[in-house]
Nanobody
Framework: QLQLVESGGGLVQPGGSLRLSCAAS????????ISWFRQVPGKEREGVSC????????NYADSVKGRFTISRDNAKNTVTLQMNSLRPEDTAVYYC????????????????????WGKGTSVTVSS
């Protein structure tokens, strides 16, 4: 069974940092591009960042550019989202997701057509 599991969420003060991880079971994460999303109750899910299978292409939402960094550690079968200078508006449940087409389209990095989703990890930025 293919599963994605997010971890690393929690409560942090404004200006603080968190490091989210996306791990996979049942498949090898380095065979796919990975996308991170976030969602606040009552609002649409937002694409936050993605990284291609090759690792050579990344993308960030304007709201997180310069503060978040996505990277992959193929040896550990994980993708991490380093979040710095956190703001209250970053509060959300964060999800990682996989688009199966990225197995062949190794430079693809976007927020459309996800096939697998994790259950999310909650991030709260508050003083």
């Amino acid at each position: 069974q293919l599963q994605l599991v997010e971890s690393g969420g929690g409560l942090v003060q404004p200006g603080g940092s968190l490091r989210l991880s996306c791990a996979a079971s049942g498949f090898t994460l380095d065979d796919y591009g990975i996308s991170w999303f976030r969602q606040v109750p009552g609002k649409e899910r937002e694409g936050v960042s993605c990284i291609s299978r090759s690792g050579g292409r990344t993308n960030y939402a304007d709201s997180v550019k310069g503060r978040f960094t996505i990277s992959r550690d193929n040896a550990k079968n994980t993708v991490t989202l380093q979040m710095n200078s956190l703001r209250p508006e970053d509060t959300a449940v964060y999800y990682c997701a996989v688009d199966r087409s990225t197995r062949l389209l190794i430079t693809r990095c976007d927020y459309d057509g996800m096939d697998y989703w994790g259950k999310g990890t909650s991030v709260t930025v508050s003083s």
